[in-house]
């Protein structure tokens, strides 16, 4: 195997190996036939220029130029084409290399677009400190947010020392942590911070209500006290905006954390998608219902009612579960016509037919 290097004399590709660089990323950045130009990776955004990690180390690159206005910009994670260093010249990008994974919020305010917040992020941590009451459908929701962004969620139960029946929490959490990792979290005791380091792959993002813990979270990851955490802001007035700060910061495992002040706000993006995945037992329930457009509420044969009268699935998952896509349709009324008609009526028609086509193979398992 070729080395995922280029031959540069001046530089030092190695710069990029901490940030993920890696042979398949080699591949793309091959594909875009751009020789001359060095990949890096975008440590932070603002509108006409960012801030990169090239195989030269940390440097400014100019948006304008050869990159194209119908081109995405970048964000906070993108690989990027840069061109070469020259002496006098500010670096401009080139191109964008392809996203595996997308971070995204819909447009708000009368913005018609949806909002990039990150990109390439592998891992997402959502938060859910165990010292307050646990809000379930805001919980669901972040990590709609992860899974529709194509990275893997995790759900880190926080400050596990300040609940009194830390074991009756996390039984709770578990029915929310459907399908993926839920680690119980101590800063104070070190407790599940080994196994979360071990859960930390590729790059990971930090998702949760403020004050939930995230910083500290990430300060324990980076093994030093690069994040600011509630108790210091409130200190000294600190915050996250200065020049000097960069989104991206490795991790001396191995692994990048990303960490961005857009993340720290997001709310529910219109994405559906997530909402089957994060409701799985729902969507897989209603598929033995009678009528294929059940809205299980009083509908004859509605499994999922049955479920519900059976204990196997609680009133508030499914009460939740239409809150966030009632909550998700008025978002999407909120987008722009255009986009809507586009993205919306390719979704139904494929959730539609995505739908005929589980309840056929369940029919015919069943032998109905
Ligand atoms: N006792 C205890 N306190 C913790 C723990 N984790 C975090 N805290 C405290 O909880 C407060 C909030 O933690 P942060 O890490 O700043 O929370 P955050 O999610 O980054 O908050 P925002 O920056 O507002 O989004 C701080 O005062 C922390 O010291 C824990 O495991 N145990
Ligand atoms: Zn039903």
């Avoid at 020259?86 to 009368?110: C, V």
């Avoid at 390439?120 to 962004?149: G, I, K, Q």
Wanted: include cysteine; hydrophobic fraction near 40%.
């Amino acid at each position: 195997m070729s080395t995922p290097f280029l031959d540069l004399p001046s530089s030092e590709p190695e710069r990029l190996l901490p940030y993920g660089w890696n042979a398949s990323l080699a591949g793309d950045f091959a594909d875009l036939g751009l020789p001359d130009h060095q990949p890096a990776r975008v440590l932070r955004a603002e509108r006409t220029a960012c801030e990169a990690i090239t195989p030269d180390g940390i440097a400014r690159v100019d948006l304008v130029g050869a990159h194209s206005a119908n081109q995405a910009s970048p964000t906070t994670g993108d690989w990027i084409a840069v061109t070469p260093p020259e002496p006098g010249q500010a670096r401009r990008l080139a191109a964008l290399l392809p996203r595996r994974t997308e971070l995204h919020r819909g447009g708000s305010g009368g913005a018609s677009r949806v909002q990039v917040l990150a990109a390439n992020v592998d891992t997402v941590f959502v938060a859910v400190s165990l010292s307050s009451a646990l809000r379930h459908a805001r919980t669901e929701r972040f990590l709609s947010l992860a899974w529709s962004s194509g990275a893997t969620p995790v759900l880190v139960a926080t400050k596990a020392d300040l609940c009194p029946d830390p074991d009756a929490a996390l039984e709770e959490l578990r029915e929310v942590a459907l399908g993926i990792e839920l680690v119980s979290t101590s800063a104070a005791t070190g407790e599940g911070m080994e196994r979360l380091r071990s859960l930390a792959v590729g790059t990971v993002a930090l998702l949760g209500p403020s004050g939930a813990g995230k910083s500290t979270l990430g300060n324990a990851l980076l093994g030093e006290e690069l994040l600011d955490t509630g108790a210091i802001r409130e200190a000294d007035g600190r915050g996250h905006h200065t020049t000097a700060w960069r989104e991206l910061l490795p991790l001396p495992g191995g692994g990048v954390l990303l960490d961005t002040p857009g993340l720290r706000s997001v709310g529910m993006s219109g994405d559906e998608e997530g909402l089957e995945r994060t409701f799985g037992d729902v969507e897989e329930l209603a598929l033995g219902c009678r009528f294929a457009d059940c809205e299980h509420r009083t509908e004859p044969g509605c499994a999922v009612l049955a479920a519900i009268d059976e204990g196997a699935l609680s009133e508030r998952r499914l009460a939740s579960y239409r809150k966030l896509l009632r909550e998700n349709a008025w978002q999407a009324s909120r987008t722009d016509a255009l986009l809507r008609q586009e993205i919306g009526a390719k979704w139904k028609s494929m959730a539609k037919s995505n739908r005929a086509m589980k309840r056929e193979i369940k029919r015919r398992d069943t032998g109905r």
